[in-house]
């Protein structure tokens, strides 16, 4: 094949993948006043950022992650970014299945202080009702199937930051790889398909829309990052095809791969070895990564709701990944190269 045979070719992929990145939304787009949301992973971050964008577009929402306090704060500045939503939280590690069933609960509450509602009490009162009695609640299945979530969104997640050389070859530890790939692969991937089968029949019972956050990681290789891209490209196939199974019955499914994103999200590396002066990844401030040109957490946020109310298959940001995804398979040598640089491997 000729030089200018690849070109041409790359520029036809890029431009096709261009062309679909700006026709791709549905004519109807999803309306968010009043409707529900849940958002997975809502402490920090991208999921902060999206809870906080959601009460601006008047949502009501249902926030999760593992820190109670963290999640307190988000409740607060949501409520007083707009007062007339409903925000409930739920304090549970997303791996563990007698924790999050309790989302069920939950959920149930927006209906029950409907109806509690009426008899006088403010929505403040609601508010802190819902929040202290939500671990020991229990609603039978048939009053959860009744409340329709509108929006899902899947955020959780950890990262790896070492090398599998390093870790086996180097360390010669092969049982601390393994185990820190099933970590992963239990937060990143495990625990979103157990939590959407958990809300699938509330998606389903409105049409709504689920949106799960994956990675360029997922469909880029990376060095250092071989146990995250693992993950994430589970994610990607995993939710695109359920994507297709689940067109028949009006619910959506979108798949976000951002680039890296300005967060803290090294700091939870699930293979980082404990701090020492000999480990050159002791500190999330020496791992190897980018250092500019970052997409903001209230960038992300509204790229995320964006796909979710246009209904959007899949999509990659910041643009510069575009072009990397659609030139890959003709010039994969220099992006190897380039991804090697930015890792510093």
């Not at 791996?95 to 509602?117: C, D, G, P, W, Y």
């Not at 993950?231 to 196939?237: E, N, P, T, Y």
């Not at 709701?305 to 510069?320: C, E, G, Q, W, Y």
């Amino acid at each position: 094949m000729s030089v200018q045979t690849v070109v041409l070719s790359a520029l036809v992929g890029l431009g096709s993948l261009l062309w679909l990145s700006l026709n791709s939304k549905s004519k109807a787009k999803r309306t968010v006043s009043n409707k529900t949301v849940v958002i997975i992973g809502a402490s920090s971050g991208i999921g902060k950022e999206t809870a906080l964008e959601f009460a601006r577009l008047g949502a009501n929402l249902l926030l999760v992650a593992r820190r109670e306090a963290e999640l307190l704060e988000v409740e607060k500045q949501c409520m007083e970014i707009n007062p007339s939503i409903k925000v409930r939280i739920l304090s549970a590690d997303i791996t563990r299945t007698e924790e999050v069933s309790k989302i069920h609960s939950v959920l149930a509450s927006f209906k029950q202080n409907e109806e509690v509602s009426k008899d006088g009490k403010s929505q403040s009162d609601i508010t802190t009702t819902a929040s202290s009695t939500t671990k020991d609640s229990k609603v039978s299945n048939q009053d959860t199937d009744t409340v329709p979530v509108d929006f899902l969104i899947l955020n959780a997640g950890i990262i790896s930051v070492q090398t599998v050389t390093a870790m086996v070859l180097d360390d010669k530890n092969p049982s601390f790889m393994e185990s820190s790939l099933d970590h992963i692969m239990q937060v990143n991937f495990f625990a979103p398909v157990k939590l959407c089968n958990l809300l699938l029949p509330n998606i389903v019972a409105c049409s709504g829309s689920i949106s799960v956050v994956s990675s360029m990681g997922g469909l880029l290789p990376a060095p250092t990052r071989s146990l995250y891209c693992a993950s994430k490209a589970a994610v990607i196939l995993y939710f695109g095809s359920l994507r297709l199974e689940l067109e028949r019955l009006g619910v959506s499914v979108s798949i976000i791969c951002p680039g890296t994103v300005n967060t803290n999200l090294r700091n939870s590396a699930v293979d980082l070895p404990p701090s020492s002066t000999t480990s050159t990844t002791s500190s999330p401030s020496t791992i190897p990564g980018s250092t500019t040109g970052k997409a903001s957490p209230e960038y992300s946020a509204k790229v995320i709701i964006d796909a979710a109310t246009s209904n959007k298959p899949l999509v990659l940001f910041p643009f510069k990944y575009k072009v990397a995804y659609t030139l890959y398979p003709f010039f994969s040598g220099f992006i190897d190269k380039m991804a090697k640089k930015k890792y510093g491997f």
